[in-house]
């Protein structure tokens, strides 16, 4: 989800807010079938909805999200919005990128 989302915002950048932000097949095989984008959509219209949570440390709360799959991936425009709302999505990527970062970075601190 995350690398789909990403895609969507480098490859598509005509959109003024996330919730003008859409695609459809005609529009995400422009090019050639079989991207990431296409790959992601094929696979997983029609799935039930994945639910997340998160445990923020620093507030001490549990964060709960869900993304929502599009029921079919034909020539209808699919919504991000309708998959994930913005407060959302930007908090799913931040948490993946942190994940990321913290398999990468051995300390942060003052450097002496």
Request: aromatic share 16%; with cysteine; charged share 30%.
């Amino acid at each position: 989800m995350f690398k789909f989302v990403r895609n969507i915002l480098a490859h598509f950048p005509v959109f003024e807010t996330w919730n003008d932000v859409w695609v459809s097949k005609e529009l995400v095989n422009w090019q050639r079938n079989g991207l990431t984008i296409d790959r992601f959509l094929t696979k997983y219209a029609g799935r039930e909805d994945v639910k997340y949570r998160f445990w923020e440390a620093e507030q001490k709360k549990m964060t709960y999200m869900s993304i929502r799959f599009p029921k079919e991936y034909c020539e209808n425009k699919i919504y991000l919005r309708d998959m994930i709302s913005e407060k959302d999505g930007v908090k799913f990527s931040l948490i993946m990128m942190r994940q990321v970062l913290n398999t990468q970075v051995e300390s942060v601190g003052e450097k002496e």
